[in-house]
T-cell receptor
Framework: AQSVTQLDSQVPVFEEAPVELRCNYS??????LFWYVQYPNQGLQLLLK??????LVKGINGFEAEFNKSQTSFHLRKPSVHISDTAEYFC????????????FGKGTTLSVSS | DGGITQSPKYLFRKEGQNVTLSCEQN?????MYWYRQDPGQGLRLIYY???????QKGDIAEGYSVSREKKESFPLTVTSAQKNPTAFYLC?????????????FGQGTRLTVV
């Protein structure tokens, strides 16, 4: 069975500082990996995804993530955060079979202050 | 615009009542999903459907029921058997292609038991 662990439930940072949100997964098969962002009382929006190819994936809003197969990790990074990045971030995994539901981590709340 | 529409945005239920949450998509996606979100718990899968007139239980299906009579629609009924229904409910969909891709989410329905 697949599972996702987001190592930090809350990450407070100051504006313009770099940030890393950590995600580890476990799976007995090859997987696809995703990061989503959720603003209060809204649905989830895709930030980026890793399907294959380059292990460094660039997404929207200046975020990027690196797939590390040996460490089963998919950490999300941004070199300089803004107040508007304050939100909840979810890491998710799925296997290759089309239509398989995504398995989500418990989320990391990013709080950016000035 | 294509997307997923969940209604209502807020729903109040008295104990012992059944309520139905609506989810409609015009993305021509075959697969649809219902997730439940509780603070600190991430998203947990309730039911999913890959084709009309067929659906499968997710991790927390007890106390819920679904139907998939049309490709565009996947309503979720929260029955009186669900002992703790207060939560944020998210509907999602994805295409069935050769490889799995990301899920697209609606804006959610917040259900409160009063």
């Amino acid at each position: 069975a697949q599972s996702v662990t987001q190592l930090d439930s809350q990450v407070p940072v100051f504006e313009e500082a770099p940030v890393e949100l950590r995600c580890n997964y476990s799976s007995s098969v090859s997987v696809y990996l995703f990061w989503y962002v959720q603003y209060p009382n809204q649905g989830l929006q895709l930030l980026l995804k890793y399907l294959s190819g380059s292990t460094l994936v660039k997404g929207i809003n200046g975020f990027e993530a690196e797939f590390n197969k040996s460490q089963t990790s998919f950490h999300l990074r941004k070199p300089s955060v803004h107040i508007s990045d304050t939100a909840e971030y979810f890491c998710a995994v799925s296997d290759y079979q089309a239509g398989t539901a995504l398995i989500f981590g418990k989320g990391t709340t990013l709080s950016v202050s000035s | 615009d294509g997307g997923i529409t969940q209604s209502p945005k807020y729903l109040f239920r008295k104990e012992g009542q059944n309520v139905t949450l609506s989810c409609e998509q015009n993305l021509n996606h075959d697969a649809m999903y219902w997730y439940r979100q509780d603070p600190g718990q991430g998203l947990r899968l309730i039911y999913y459907s890959q084709i009309v007139n067929d659906f499968q239980k997710g991790d927390i299906a007890e106390g819920y029921s679904v139907s998939r009579e049309k490709k565009e629609s996947f309503p979720l009924t929260v029955t009186s058997a669900q002992k703790n229904p207060t939560a944020f409910y998210l509907c999602a969909s994805s295409p069935l292609r050769q490889i799995n891709t990301e899920a697209f989410f609606g804006q959610g329905t917040r259900l409160t038991v009063v």
